[in-house]
């Protein structure tokens, strides 16, 4: 039996993209980051080409056919000063959104594996 890859665990492109929704809608109401992800809400079309880059990014680094055009996570993140405290509210938010689908847990560590490995990018840019 063939094991599935990491795309086809998280639901494939409808599956990420309903996470996607999620985890920015954490994001929007968590108080330690909330303030850098609500001004999106001004701008409908910014909030859209965010969340349709993130699919991309994961879908492509998840073993999707998407092809991710966005910025590389340094250039994404360079200025903003994104603190140890930021990275992991948005690490928990994500992790909150993938429970609430039923992710298994090693999906989960397989996500969060990706996530530390960009912790770098993020928190250095």
């Known amino acids: 039996m063939k094991e599935q890859s990491l795309f086809e665990r998280l639901g494939g492109t409808p599956g990420i993209s309903t996470i996607v929704d999620d985890i920015v809608a954490l994001h929007m109401d968590n108080p330690v980051i909330r303030a850098r992800f609500r001004p999106y809400l001004d701008t409908p079309e910014k909030l859209a080409l965010t969340k349709q880059h993130t699919c991309a990014f994961l879908e492509a680094g998840s073993g999707g056919k998407?092809?991710?055009?966005?910025?590389?996570?340094?250039?994404?993140?360079r200025g903003m000063n994104i603190s140890?405290?930021?990275?992991?509210?948005a690490v928990d938010d994500i992790l909150a959104a993938l429970r609430k689908h039923a992710i298994d847990e090693q999906t989960q560590?397989?996500?969060?594996?990706?996530?530390?490995?960009?912790?770098?990018?993020i928190l250095h840019a």
Not at 84 to 89: K, L, N, P, R, T
Not at 109 to 121: C, F, M, N, P, T
Request: proline share 0%; hydrophobic share 40%.
């Open 66 to 77: 998407a092809q991710y055009t966005g910025r590389s996570m340094a250039d994404a993140h």
């Open 84 to 89: 140890e405290a930021e990275y992991m509210a």
């Open 109 to 121: 560590k397989d996500v969060l594996a990706i996530a530390y490995s960009l912790k770098g990018d």
